[in-house]
């Protein structure tokens, strides 16, 4: 198989999101941020021209395969995108629902820690894996129940460099070469439970499942908790996968807030609202996804939460629109 075609393999693979999903938070963090489409161009390392037309709308519209089109640029926008969510957005401060999908979430980080056991949470895009995984991190962390590690793997990223960053995050030296990484993680993270959260794990070769399944084979017995699309549990069901599987407990399948859920959290953020204001929202952020060759429809928790900043934004407008109205009248009247 040519390199061309086992990359396109590779980023098909990753499960990523739409080109509507992506270009809309793409453009959201436009707006929030200010910056302007040369300079996320920029720091992002891709031509202005390639950002400029994808977002848009055009990359390939009206051709055959167009989302292939597109994985490259969709892969470096996400991974840009949950980069600076990362390392800039202050979520321990906005809201949070205890929904049942992070209950779940929650109770296997702490499970898989205790018992140094794996599982592997398969969800579609926005089903609330990364939220959960940091929140849960932080609680552990905070309140000295042990230590948990969070890493989040980039696209094509090598198990050298992700054992290097597995290092850094648990504050360990992190030179020399993959045996001698592995040796320091468990030497010096024996004293306490730790649990490793590997956050897009679909990203990682077979080669650096393996690296990661080394850690959870010998003590310390550290816990692994792996989140990623569904193209993981396919990876894992393999046969060459077997040592995998015999140390993952259970595999969750997210689907996403439920109904019920998505109805609670709007009516706690917008207040009341008629029912088919309610229902309408709930169907915007209705996703698709594939599954075993089937068609999956999900409520997308972060189209939910992207319309209702949309919706405070607009409620918002008019008040500063009439706040403006008296400096006007001030103005003319000098
Ligand atoms: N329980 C929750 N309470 C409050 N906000 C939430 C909750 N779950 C998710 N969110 C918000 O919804 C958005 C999407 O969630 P998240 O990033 O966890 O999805 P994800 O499954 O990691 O998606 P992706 O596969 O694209 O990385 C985020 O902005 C997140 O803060
Ligand atoms: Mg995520």
Same mark, same amino acid.
């Given at each position: 198989?040519?390199?061309?075609?086992?990359r396109?393999?590779?980023?098909?693979?990753? +499960?990523?999101?739409?080109? %509507?999903?992506l270009?809309r938070r793409? =453009?959201?963090?436009?707006?929030?941020? @200010?910056l302007?489409?040369?300079?996320?161009?920029?720091l992002m390392?891709?031509?202005?021209?390639t950002?400029?037309?994808?977002?848009?709308g055009s990359?390939?519209a009206?051709?055959?395969?167009?989302?292939?089109n597109?994985?490259? &640029?969709?892969?470096?926008?996400?991974?840009?995108? $949950? #980069?600076w969510d /990362?390392?800039?957005?202050?979520?321990?401060n =906005?809201?949070?629902y205890?929904?049942?999908d992070?209950a779940? &979430?929650?109770?296997?980080?702490?499970d898989?820690? !205790?018992n +140094?056991?794996?599982y592997?949470?398969d969800?579609?895009? @926005?089903?609330?894996?990364?939220?959960s995984?940091r929140?849960?991190?932080a609680?552990i962390? $905070?309140h000295?129940k +042990?230590?948990?590690v969070y890493?989040?793997v980039?696209? !094509?990223?090598?198990?050298?460099?992700f054992?290097?960053?597995?290092?850094?995050?648990?504050?360990?030296?992190?030179?020399g070469?993959?045996? #001698?990484?592995i040796r320091?993680?468990?030497?010096?993270?024996?004293g306490?439970?730790?649990?490793?959260?590997?956050d /897009? %794990?679909?990203?990682?070769?077979k080669?650096?499942?393996?690296?990661? =399944?080394?850690?959870l084979? !010998?003590?310390p017995?550290?816990?692994?908790i792996?989140g990623?699309?569904?193209?993981?549990?396919?990876?894992?069901?393999?046969?060459?996968?077997?040592?995998?599987?015999?140390?993952?407990r259970?595999?969750h399948?997210?689907?996403?807030?439920?109904?019920r859920?998505a109805?609670?959290?709007?009516?706690e953020?917008l207040?009341?609202?008629?029912r088919r204001?309610v229902? $309408?929202t709930?169907?915007?952020?209705?996703? /698709?996804?594939?599954?075993?060759?089937? =068609?999956v429809r999900?409520?997308s %928790?972060?189209a939910?939460?992207?319309?209702?900043?949309?919706a405070?934004?607009?409620m918002?407008?008019?008040?500063?629109?009439?706040a403006?109205?008296? /400096?006007?009248?001030e103005? @003319?009247a000098?």
């Open positions: 198989m040519s390199i061309a075609r086992d396109m393999q590779y980023l098909k693979a990753l +499960g990523l999101p739409s080109d %509507a999903e270009i793409a =453009r959201n963090f436009l707006l929030e941020s @200010g302007t489409q040369s300079e996320m161009a920029e390392g891709i031509p202005i021209g950002l400029r037309v994808w977002t848009s990359y390939g009206n051709v055959p395969h167009a989302q292939d597109s994985l490259s &640029i969709r892969a470096k926008v996400k991974d840009y995108l $949950d #980069q /990362e390392t800039h957005d202050d979520f321990l =906005r809201p949070h205890q929904t049942s992070f779940t &979430i929650r109770a296997s980080v702490l898989a820690m !205790e +140094g056991v794996a592997l949470v969800g579609p895009p @926005g089903t609330q894996k990364t939220h995984f929140r849960v991190a609680e962390n $905070d000295a +042990g230590h948990a890493m989040r980039r696209c !094509e990223q090598a198990p050298s460099s054992l290097v960053e597995c290092c850094i995050r648990a504050g360990i030296p992190s030179r070469n993959i045996d #001698q990484m320091k993680l468990r030497f010096f993270l024996s306490r439970r730790t649990v490793l959260i590997v /897009e %794990a679909q990203a990682l070769s080669t650096g499942l393996e690296v990661l =399944r080394q850690l084979d !010998e003590p017995y550290f816990g692994v792996l990623g699309s569904h193209n993981l549990s396919v990876t894992l069901q393999h046969w060459q996968m077997e040592q995998w599987r015999s140390r993952l259970k595999t399948l997210l689907t996403g807030p439920s109904h859920e109805e609670d959290i709007l009516l953020q207040g009341p609202m008629s204001d229902d $309408d709930i169907d915007e952020a209705m996703t /698709e996804t594939m599954r075993d060759s089937k =068609r999900y409520i %928790a972060r939910l939460f992207d319309a209702i900043r949309s405070k934004a607009a918002a407008a008019p008040a500063v629109e009439a403006a109205q008296p /400096e006007l009248q103005a @003319g000098a």
